[in-house]
């Protein structure tokens, strides 16, 4: 699920956009204005957007971009949020993707370079984004690693230990009473009681989805542990609010990514834009408001996210715009 500070920027940007290419009617200025004040952070992220929307008329601010490591911090914004720079100033709009398209990987860049940098190097396995692989462990258990994942792995005389650093994997363990084969994930962990089973970790949530047999959930949270057997076609869900109970789930739909492909029945185009994101390297963006509660069913293969937004474009009747695969906007 796309994390709220990550919608607010889309929505913010949105506003941005919107009121770039035409003016806002009296209706949609109220409600831009009701969107401002209903959040500070609705304010910081319109101006955030606004001073990036600017910069980007400027070739000397552009040519900087391309040559800096770091961007300049965005500065706080009041609920009087300030008008997009005039149009006047700006460039031609492929510029404008254009140069949208290095900010926003500068500025993912920076955010993400330190945690980057700490999970390769701790990592004993990892994929980049948009490729799944499977490696065999040395007990001959074996580990599919979905896009974007790192996984180490801590093997001592009694125990089988995995941490999940980042992303999500497909455990299926070889058997060895002897020593229990446990994956560890943020404040939790996962012990296997039978054969397959599937962890993701998203930031501070992390999901378990059990394909064969049992697995046993301990989670740490701040109303202290908890446990839970979670049993072949269930899944559960921890975070720092604590462990929920096991439910049933649609095992072929949520592990449809182990056998490359994306499987969505009857979800928010926002969450399938999400996903895709998952599985490609440059910048996919939804523009304009209600996009994100379209719903959405289909299978799309995992590792060709471009293909599959064409798809959605077409049978969607929605507008893709790319320059070139890095920058994908998507509009009614």
């Known amino acids: 699920m796309t994390p709220p500070s990550a919608q607010i920027d889309d929505e913010a940007a949105s506003w941005v956009i919107r009121q770039d290419s035409d003016a806002l009617s009296p209706s949609e200025a109220q409600q831009l204005s009701a969107w401002l004040h209903a959040d500070t952070a609705h304010a910081e992220a319109y101006a955030r957007a606004c001073k990036a929307w600017g910069a980007m008329g400027a070739p000397a601010v552009t040519r900087a971009l391309a040559r800096q490591p770091t961007a300049p911090p965005a500065s706080a914004a009041s609920p009087s949020a300030p008008s997009p720079p005039s149009r006047a100033a700006r460039p031609p709009l492929r510029r404008r993707y254009q140069a949208m398209a290095l900010a926003a990987c500068v500025v993912l860049g920076v ?18 984004v948009g490729e799944i692989r499977t490696i ?4 001959g258990s ?18 089988r230990r995995i941490r999940l650093l980042k992303g999500e994997a497909a455990f299926t363990v070889a058997p060895d009473p002897s020593r229990p084969f446990t994956v560890a994930a943020a404040q939790g962990t996962t012990t296997a009681l039978g054969t397959r089973f599937i962890v ?13 047999h049992r697995v046993h959930v301990v989670a740490r949270h701040q109303g202290g542990p908890s446990e839970e057997v979670v049993r072949e ?16 789930v649609d095992v072929e739909s949520a592990a449809a990514w182990t056998r490359d492909r994306l499987v969505f029945v009857d979800r928010p185009l926002g969450e399938v834009i999400a996903e895709l994101s998952r599985y490609h390297r440059g910048y996919i963006r939804l523009v304009g ?10 299978s799309f ?6 293909a599959a937004i064409d798809t959605l474009g077409h049978s969607m009747n929605l507008r893709v715009t790319k320059l070139t695969n890095a920058l994908i906007l998507i509009r009614k």
Do not use: F, K, M, N
């Open 111 to 128: 955010s993400l370079q330190g945690q980057s940098v700490l999970i390769w190097w701790q990592a004993s396995a990892r994929t980049p």
């Open 142 to 159: 074996r580990v599919q690693l979905d896009s974007d994942s790192a996984i180490a792995v801590d093997d001592t005389p009694g125990q």
């Open 301 to 306: 293969v995992a590792t060709d996210p471009v």
């Open 289 to 298: 408001t209600g996009l994100r509660d379209l719903r959405v069913s289909g």
């Open 136 to 139: 065999t462990l040395a007990d």
């Open 233 to 248: 076609g269930e899944a559960a869900t921890y975070g720092p609010e604590g462990l929920s109970p096991p439910h049933q």
């Open 200 to 212: 993701r970790r998203d930031g501070s949530r992390t999901d378990i989805l059990v394909t064969e």
